[in-house]
């Protein structure tokens, strides 16, 4: 550590030019950091989404229905604690450009499935009690001042009811708070009995089956027995975790993955070329300081090490930078509200840092090298 | 006049000694077409889209679709309905007098992708039997078309040549049905291509639906629309929305397209600020070699104008260089290059679209080099300007 | 009277180009130590080769050097950076301290390769330039000093870590006559008072008659050998 001041002070030597590169590096970095952290986070959030949770489909595809009956023989395979229901309702109030996903369901199961989810009882004891009944998200009851007692209309593009219209009215019975499941949680939730009993087709059908197993580990096994199960049925299942049906939604929007690999990968080209150029011109302008170096009884080694070492420091300082400043975008409360919860993952910063050495070595070899071949006498004489 | 002999002299002398500053030189090359390369390649999935979406649909076309419906999926039209559109005023009709339409449903089948066998849904069109009709353009290039009341599909170029198991004799399961793929059609790599078609009574005998979800017609010209709009809004016993067909494939892709170009331009945006900072480094190491040069050429009365403009005009060849290297690089990897997206009708199918780079969008990336080289170029310029003639030459 | 610079036969040749040019035929030299010797000579006498050779930081084309004990034409590259770190001191017609660091940080530089402590690293630099009249110029960076300063800083630089030998190359070709006399006065002082070695390359025959001992290159021979009395 005795030489940092000397690396340091090397460093800074063209203070506009180390200056400049730092720019470009942090600007590099903070691409990085974007890119990567968006999709890290996308990773990670689907990483964490609950393991023990299993979404059942018809295995035809999701909009395909499955029967109802399915729901007790789903319910009596060893290891499961609680299953619920989703059903399409497709809503949106007063015109389709305003989407409510509204799903019918069974409230008293659909909250043992997800726990996380923040309600009062009293409300999953009402919602059971009123027919008509709605639970609402909070986020949704804040949008269109819709609260408690009120009774709202939801048209479906999909669904008539016996009435022979497209919009059923609900009266709000509660309200939820999804927080801690994060972005995609469906806020409008109707009886499914009610729905059931009050559409003119299509009776007895659904999308979803949500089941919540005793123990995450037995997540496989009880998959594969709820598809076997079904087999040969007129509708078979498949039988996913949460997070790998999540994964396989996000797959079909793009692969971000490859996109934020491709633009890092470019970026990340172009910045090698840059600090080497800028570590060779500092190397060339210093010829007789580091022969005088030399002179002093440095080794070739050792001034190999100390222009390798300012490298480094340029290239870490900066992408420390990048990184940092890439953090603090995602702190944006825009960003929050998009992501939920969501700051720079760690593997990430982490990644940046060993991108940062591997930039710093390979830009930062041939100067080094070149400085380690210098020879003295010819350097301090000038050529 | 004097002035632009000037300038012309210096700048010749800048270029003679490019040679020597190579290195640096080329920093500002491969920045700027490392930038330009990304935001066009990025940009040029957005034009393909675009162009897939605007080939798809005609002027003198018509999707008639459920009040308020934003896309077909959230569309419903009963037969009653379908009956009366049929009547509607302006439509094309034969030498019958029988109108040309397509009443249509569709389902979406899961399916996987060839490249990671992603699991991807698609959409299964169920079209009306005057399909060829209504779609001159929709034309068999493999097997042969499918016949009514089996479970025949045939299949969009882009979706056979994209997705698993879609080559003819390949079965399709799905609920209800094994459809039996029995030939390949291309509709001018519109949108449809993405997608298979069957006959629209028969998934609806397998779905067990009654119902359209909407009805395409073809019109006696384009001029013909606003009465075809018309007459079916007149009709009391409807509550139907009509849009042209290019209009609502339009509308269809908006989202996605602004999606991607506010992710190219912003991730453009930051690069360009990168490489901005590239070139100020490049061009002030340039000046500052050149420093005894210039301040000869000033003490030998050269203005300061003529100093500024040929740093610029080395910035700006440099730019430029980089701009077209990038844009070729952009062309060369990925025009043609297909990738699909959810886009397909009302965002529920894949969309296969080929990337475009467009000479607009070439043409564009090169401005943005331009900019960034002037920016660069800039500062180190007025700085050769400003250097006063007596301590430049003392430095040296 | 001990001989620390033994040189036997010494001939140095370089290639330049297609030419190889040979620069010194075959010189015998005993330098001893407490000596202060002049190398005097037109240019291209092979004065700054003999010094090189001396100092370590070139090797012979054939014949022994042996500088303190140690036979260094027979040492490697490595091992010879090492020795110059022990032994020599190096002062240089232009000052060649890094502009990047002050005088105190010049002068720690060579300190920075031994395993001294950083208080005892300050403490020596702070009686360097002491030494050499520069203490209260500690913080300044060579930019900040005038060449006489800068030379004497380079001069603290060079006896820091109290070497065996000092090597000077024209310490004062870039002075004028009064900071050229300083600097002489100076090494006249290290030699007389600390009992400094020093080997010094010089144009100026003014400078030449502060040493004790004056010697004459010429066309890669010595000439001319003076010894003059304290």
Redesign the interface.
Known sequence: M??F??VW??L??KK??TV??M??IV??F??FG??QGINQGFNTALARLDVDRLYVS?R?????GMPISYLSRIRNVPGVRAVSMWAYF?G?YQ???NPVPAFATDAVELMKVYKEIKIRPEYIEAMAKTRTGALIGEPLAAKYGWKVGDRVPI?T??WTNKAGSNTWEFDIVGTFDAQAYGAGFPSFYLNYSYFDEARQ?GTGELHYYIVSLEDPKQATRISREIDEMFANSS?ETRTQTESALAQ?QL?????INF?ANA?VG??L??LL??TA??M??SVRERT??LA???????????VLLLVLTESLLLCLFAAALGIALAALVFEAPALQKLFGNFSMPMFVASMGAGIAVLVAFISGFPPAWRARQLN??DA??GR | MKMFRQIGAVTAMNFRSLPQRVSTSLVVVIGIAGVVAVLVSVLAMSTGLIRTMETTGREDRAIVMRNGSVAETSSALDRNSVRLIVDGAGIKRDEKGEPILSAENFRILMLHKKADDAEISVILRGVGPRLLEVRPELKIVEGRMFQPAVAEVIVGKSAHAQFKGLNVGDVVRSRGANWTVVGVFETAGDAHESSLITDAETLNSIDQRGAFQSVTALLESPSAFQTFKDSLSANPALAVDVVREREYYRQQSKTMTTIISVIAYVVGGIMAVGAVFAALNTMYSAVSARLQEIATLRALGFGSTAMVMSVLAEALVLALIGGVIGALLAWAFFNGNTVSTLGGAGGLGQLVFELSVSPQLMILGVVWACVIGVLGGLFPALRAARLPVAMALRAV | MTALVTLRNVTKSYVRGKQKVEVLHGVDLTIETGEFLALMGPSGSGKTTLLNLVAGLDQPTSGEVLVAGDRIDQLSRGSLSDWRARHIGFIFQFYNLLPVLTAEANVEVPLLLTNLSKAERRRRVQVALELVGLAERARHKPNELSGGQQQRVAIARAIVSDPTLLVCDEPTGDLDRQNAEEIMNLLQALNRSQNKTIVMVTHDPKAAEYASRELHLDKGLLTNDTRRAA
């Open positions: 005795k030489y001041s000397l002070a090397g800074w030597r506009t030019r400049f590169t720019i470009s600007i590099a903070l691409l974007l890119l018809a035809t595809g999701m909009t395909d497709g949106y015109e389709a450009r048209g593009s999909i087709f509708v396989s797959k079909q929007f793009a692969d996109i633009i470019a970026v080209f172009t070329f840059l150029n800028t060779m011109q007789s300081e005088v170096l030399k002179t002093l009884g440095y080794s070739d080694t050792k003295i006498v301090l004489a």
